[in-house]
């Protein structure tokens, strides 16, 4: 899941959990490439399926329409005071994030305001494009799939041992000197640069997503950070801060 919706439009899906994920087995899965030892995309054999864009904020920058469409989750604060299932914490997070732009995770007793003032002054919005929504669902299936997996302890080791610095940097409770992903489309232009993903294995309309934007793929949330820590890992020098 990215940013990228075919094709050319922009959306924050903003509901993003296991309920919402159709997967299927459509062919036996394959063997791995010895040539390409760090690929991991291909393989399985699966079909995943995004479902209920209920609550989501989309847009499509090919037409002259200015207005996104977006779900207003104002109109029923429940949502982010909800303790029925695991997921809720993502609604807080989601929405605490309008209120300080930063990563600290606001108790239920933040959210019970409608319209309440937001980090630059003005009432949030939910309207505004915010793709680091997208990035706090992926972590949120990251702990689902490692929480719940079912096979052997090895395989689960090794998966994180493999993803421990992807995992750095997508974690929502990490320090706020740890820099960030920006969205979801950053978490991917990483896997590409770890060698997980090829770049023509990605789906788009003949133009990558990976060279959309001229900001980094890691981003400091909180204006602070060790930019050095990916040096070694990535190739490209891009930065920005928010």
Request: proline share 5%; glycine share 6%.
């Amino acid at each position: 899941m990215t940013e990228k919706m075919a094709p050319n439009g922009l959306i924050q899906h903003r509901d993003l959990h296991e309920g919402n994920l159709c997967i299927r087995q459509i062919e036996d899965s394959k063997p791995r490439d010895e040539s390409q030892p760090l690929l991991r995309f291909g393989y399985s054999g699966l079909d995943i399926t995004i479902l209920d864009y209920g609550l989501s904020r989309a847009e499509d920058p090919t037409t002259d329409e200015d207005a996104p469409v977006a779900y207003d989750l104002e109109k029923d604060l429940s949502l982010f005071t909800s303790t029925h299932a695991d997921q809720c914490k993502v609604y807080r997070q989601m929405r605490s994030y309008l209120l300080r732009a930063d990563r600290k995770w606001l108790p239920i007793s933040a959210h019970k305001t409608q319209y309440a003032q937001g980090h630059d002054g003005n009432p949030i919005t939910w309207d505004a494009y915010i793709p680091y929504t997208n990035v706090l669902w992926l972590a949120y299936l990251y702990e689902y799939m490692t929480v719940n997996f079912v096979g052997a302890k090895q395989e689960l080791n090794d998966f994180k041992r493999e993803t421990k610095e992807m995992w750095t940097h997508l974690n929502p409770a990490a320090k706020p000197s740890i820099l960030c992903f920006g969205s979801a489309g950053d978490v991917v232009r990483f896997a590409v640069e770890a060698g997980w993903v090829l770049e023509e294995q990605l789906v788009g309309d003949g133009s990558t997503f990976l060279a959309e934007r001229e900001d980094s793929i890691i981003v400091s949330l909180d204006g602070e950070g060790d930019e050095g820590s990916l040096a070694k890992f990535r190739r490209s020098p891009r930065r920005r801060q928010v």
